[in-house]
T-cell receptor, first 117, second 109 residues
Framework: DGGITQSPKYLFRKEGQNVTLSCEQN?????MYWYRQDPGQGLRLIYYSQIVNDFQKGDIAEGYSVSREKKESFPLTVTSAQKNPTAFYLC????????????????FGPGTRLTVL | ELKVEQNPLFLSMQEGKNYTIYCNYS?????LYWYRQDPGKSLESLFV?????AVKQEGRLMASLDTKARLSTLHITAAVHDLSATYFCASPSKGKIIFGKGTRLHILP
């Protein structure tokens, strides 16, 4: 079945530690996204990538880093510079419509819940 | 700044009642997406509205799009407890998709 997987489902981080969240898709989508969601809040865009080996900062990129070495994979690293990383992290992907700059609907992974100890 | 604004942000209603969630957007897109999120879960795609005047229905939910007014509505008919969730609308713009803040719907039995 096609879909998006995220791992781990739960992650605990100690102060000063970097952690990496995995996101893999087999939908053959060219674009991938990372969002952060705090309790009772909406989605905030961290990073997005429209093609392999290229990515752009979203609204809250500070303290995070990403890579896009393969079309299927878009891992997110939460660095020690991110002072308040406890949140629910969602990865999404979408295809590009044959209309310049227009993205098709996003499909979301199940999420990773990160807690700082 | 491009925005997607939902109204209301929180809605508590009795089972059996009808209500409408509004989504105003400032992008120039002719497409609008609706998603549902259950507590502690990810987002699930509900509707994809592709053009002006588009209307889609699934069970007790009906979504419509007016691109001239830059307005989409999500109408709930005869609400049931199972529809309790947070609903997001979203509009594509410049390689991204901009989400509204979500409407938390609580349906009382």
């Amino acid at each position: 079945d096609g879909g998006i997987t995220q791992s781990p489902k739960y992650l605990f981080r100690k102060e000063g530690q970097n952690v990496t969240l995995s996101c893999e898709q087999n939908l053959n989508h060219d674009a991938m996204y990372w969002y952060r969601q705090d309790p009772g809040q909406g989605l905030r865009l961290i990073y997005y990538s429209q093609i392999v080996n290229d990515f752009q900062k979203g609204d809250i990129a500070e303290g995070y880093s990403v890579s896009r070495e393969k079309k299927e994979s878009f891992p997110l690293t939460v660095t020690s510079a991110q002072k308040n990383p406890t949140a629910f992290y969602l990865c999404a992907s979408s295809s590009t419509l044959p209309i310049a700059g227009v993205r098709d609907e996003q499909f979301f992974g199940p999420g990773t819940r990160l807690t700082v100890l | 700044e491009l925005k997607v604004e939902q109204n209301p942000l929180f809605l508590s209603m009795q089972e059996g009642k009808n209500y409408t969630i509004y989504c105003n957007y400032s992008t120039t897109s002719d497409r609008l997406y609706w998603y549902r999120q259950d507590p502690g879960k990810s987002l699930e795609s509900l509707f994809v509205l592709l053009s002006n005047g588009a209307v889609k229905q699934e069970g007790r939910l009906m979504a419509s799009l007016d691109t001239k007014a830059r307005l989409s509505t999500l109408h709930i008919t005869a609400a049931v407890h199972d529809l309790s969730a947070t609903y997001f609308c979203a509009s594509p713009s410049k390689g991204k998709i901009i989400f509204g803040k979500g409407t938390r719907l609580h349906i009382l039995p």
